[in-house]
């Protein structure tokens, strides 16, 4: 009887930390190369993603399409105006960042988003081959439909770390 209670206390303790805690994340396609890669395995954690902040990488319910999980970049934020035009990504005006991305990108997609408050503008950052905010029928994901926050590649080992844009530029995803 006590080895049962202490299989069923291991096997719920796994299942509090990760449902509540943590998420492990495979990557199906490589809409966000060089950041992660087709195959990439990813730990997200989901306290904390009530500070969503532009750039972390996120993992929401799909908003078109089947129930499933998908892990883009946050671009936008509530209430901003965001435009993509001739390669290149702007918030109200300001030029974002784009060093994390896998090549420079076409103007597919290019057009001006106003980010609803309490949603996001999500991109992939292989932005030529990423079915994203530009192109889903209900552009804007709601923060209520974010589960966590991608912060470690656990596997390959070869490729294991957190990811921040300082590690993306070592692992050699800068663009020069």
């Excluded at 087709?38 to 908003?63: M, N, P, Q, T």
């Amino acid at each position: 009887m006590k080895k049962l209670y202490r299989y069923v206390l291991f096997w719920v303790a796994v299942w509090l930390v990760f449902n509540c805690l943590f998420m492990v994340v495979f990557i199906p396609s490589g809409s966000m190369k060089n950041t992660l890669n087709e195959f990439d395995c990813v730990l997200a954690v989901r306290y904390g993603k009530e500070e969503i902040e532009r750039y972390d990488i996120v993992v929401f319910h799909s908003i078109d399409g089947p129930d499933r999980y998908m892990i883009k970049r946050v671009i936008g934020l509530g209430g901003e105006t965001i435009e993509v035009k001739n390669g290149s990504v702007y918030a109200d005006g300001v030029k974002l960042r784009d060093d994390f991305i896998l090549e420079k990108m076409n103007s597919d997609g290019d057009g001006t988003y106003e980010v609803p408050e309490g949603c996001c503008f999500v991109m992939g950052d292989n932005r030529n081959e990423s079915y994203d905010s530009r192109y889903w029928n209900n552009k804007y994901v709601p923060l209520e439909k974010i589960e966590a926050k991608a912060e470690l590649i656990f596997f390959p080992l070869s490729d294991m770390g957190f990811l921040r844009t300082e590690n993306m530029m070592e692992r050699g995803m800068d663009n020069e």
